[in-house]
């Protein structure tokens, strides 16, 4: 590493951190010429993704459009920054974990669906009736009874587990 204040290229690590989110590990260093400590961090190089969007379109992969979106969902909900951010942070995890360089949006919005529906279901429906893009009132409306027998059966299934 190139010291800042003389040049020099040699410097010692004196201190290795993780980061609180594990994403980057921080560095402490000394210049072996001048003795000036400074600070590094290293990150993963990660591989671009490219989002194949519905019209066929490439573009790359930006977390800050998932988190926009999350955000409008979750308008004058219950729903905090930090666990917003952690949505946000799971999703971004689950597209470069598919180790695919391209992925659908489409593949996207299931990601953000899923993290929403557990989330917040007011939150989980705005968001499907864009992500959706439901031509007609039948169509919402059949959506929402879907969600609604879906968490009936999962209410259903965990108050039948407690008693067993």
Known sequence: MKCSKCGCMDSKVIDS???EDGTSIRRRRECLGCGRRFTTYEVIERT???VIKSNGTRQPFDADKIRRGVIKAC???PVTAEKINALVADVERMVYNT???EISSKQIG???MKGLKDLDEV???RFASVYRDFRDVTTFVEFIS???RLIKEDKDGKEGGADK
């Open 99 to 101: 180790l695919l360089q």
């Open 48 to 50: 671009p993704v490219l």
């Open 75 to 77: 308008e004058k909900r």
């Open 110 to 112: 299931e990601f953000v």
């Open 17 to 19: 951190r993780m980061s």
């Open 146 to 148: 879907d969600l609604e």
């Open 123 to 125: 939150a989980y429906i």
